[in-house]
């Protein structure tokens, strides 16, 4: 493959440069077990509270709100199954919604199997959470709400302050998964009413296999993984230092550069939008126009399969993402592109475009001028497209 053009920045980012220079030290040189007493060791523990203090800023959180976990399904998982755990005898009734990411959806079903009772809540048609909703679901076993921070599909971002607002109002709980939004967009706990957030290394160029889980002081919850008495007793394990830093690394970074990464990427997003909807027919943008993360675009296209699309784009050098998840093995439509209201046909035909620091126009030219060629071939030998431009012509000459 000469070309490769990667607009998967949702699935994972290359890790940066600096994150990777920041992290060899300590897979050779500073190898270290930080829960050793010697020096030597004990060198690693400062460097890990250093890369706590750095993420804890970037929150306005505590340094010691920071729990490191292996990635945004582990912290999802704990802070949904430690919580249901700690906070049983006070109910078991949770609220979250229907687009949520599957280690979220799966731990409530999980948790549904153990006696819990699970509210999921509709979205409007651009995938918005009606904090009104929300607020008439709470009942007085309510325990958590878990509502993610923007979605990881078609990017809408929520309304996380007010929802954050009627959890506090309320005394209960708020989660949110901010695996997508951590680095991309402003988060305040304090701001927003957050207990609990996820995130996860990899998504902003860290690297893969490291996250946090924040637990702001007073949130009951113990230990998800039993063992050692690493992470001030909260998660057990050793700790896994170069992950550390390199998420520490990579966070700072995402932070610093925030503002003219979300200019630049907002400004292309909207540039891609604009040519798609422009010059391809019977096309569709999922997700909030303007409430979305800078660097997502999800389209639907109608009377083709997603499938072909992502292997043909892919023949072309393109490195792109389905909204429906017959790519990994199953044939049902996105979950969250059904929630948002789009017939089955039409969720099929999906397509994610997420992009990244080093996307140029150029490139997004290109991937439009293949998507034009692509589609059209699709969609001429689809027979459902047949059927309707003939539907068409028929309707023509009738008026």
């Known amino acids: 493959m000469e070309k490769l053009i990667y607009l998967d920045n949702a699935a994972t980012t290359k890790t940066a440069p600096e994150v990777v220079e920041a992290m060899l030290p300590y897979f050779s ?38 729990y490191f976990t292996a990635g945004g399904t582990e912290a999802d998982n704990w802070a949904l199954k430690a919580t249901a755990e700690a906070y049983e005898k006070k109910g078991k009734h949770i609220i979250t919604t229907k687009i949520e990411h599957h280690a979220i959806l799966h731990t409530c079903q999980y948790l549904e199997g153990r006696g819990f009772e699970v509210t999921c809540l509709d979205v409007d048609e651009y995938g918005l959470v009606n904090p009104e909703e929300l607020e008439r679901a709470i009942r007085p076993d309510t325990i958590l709400i878990s509502v993610m921070f923007a979605n990881n599909e078609i990017g809408t971002i929520e309304p996380i302050k007010e929802i954050g607002e009627i959890a506090s109002r309320h005394g209960v709980l ?34 893969k296999g490291i996250g946090f889980l924040y637990i702001r002081k007073g949130v009951k919850i113990r230990s998800f993984i039993h063992g050692g008495a690493q992470e001030r007793k909260r998660r057990a394990g050793t700790e896994n230092v170069p992950g550390i830093v390199g998420l520490g690394t990579a966070a700072r970074r995402a932070a610093e550069t925030m503002k003219e990464r979300a200019e630049k990427e907002s400004t292309l997003r909207d540039y891609l939008i604009e040519r798609v ?34 292997i043909r784009l892919d023949m072309a050098g393109v490195c792109a993402s389905s909204g429906s998840a017959c790519t990994s093995g199953s044939l ?42 692509i589609v059209k071939e699709l969609r001429d ?8 431009v003939k539907q068409k012509n028929k309707m023509k000459h009738v008026h």
């Open 332 to 373: 049902d439509p996105s979950h969250v592109l059904l929630a948002i209201g789009l017939p089955h046909e039409k969720a099929h035909g999906s397509l994610r475009l997420t992009l990244g620091e080093e996307t140029t126009k150029e490139e997004l030219d290109y991937v439009v001028d293949q998507l034009k060629v």
């Open 277 to 310: 909807l422009d010059e391809i027919p019977y096309t569709r943008l999922n997700g909030h126009p303007q409430k979305r993360l800078p660097n997502n675009a999800n389209f639907s296209f109608e009377f083709i399969e997603g499938e072909s699309m992502l």
């Open 29 to 66: 040189e500073y190898y270290g077990n930080p829960s050793s007493i010697y020096t030597f060791a004990a060198k690693n523990k400062e460097v890990e509270t250093q890369q706590r203090e750095k993420i804890a800023q970037i929150l306005g959180a505590k340094t010691n709100e920071i």
């Open 381 to 388: 030998m689809s027979p459902l497209y047949e059927d309707f």
């Open 174 to 207: 708020f989660h949110t998964d901010a695996v997508q939004a951590f680095g991309q967009v402003p988060i305040n706990v304090d701001e927003f009413h957050i207990d609990m957030l996820s995130a996860s290394g990899h998504k902003l160029n860290g690297p």
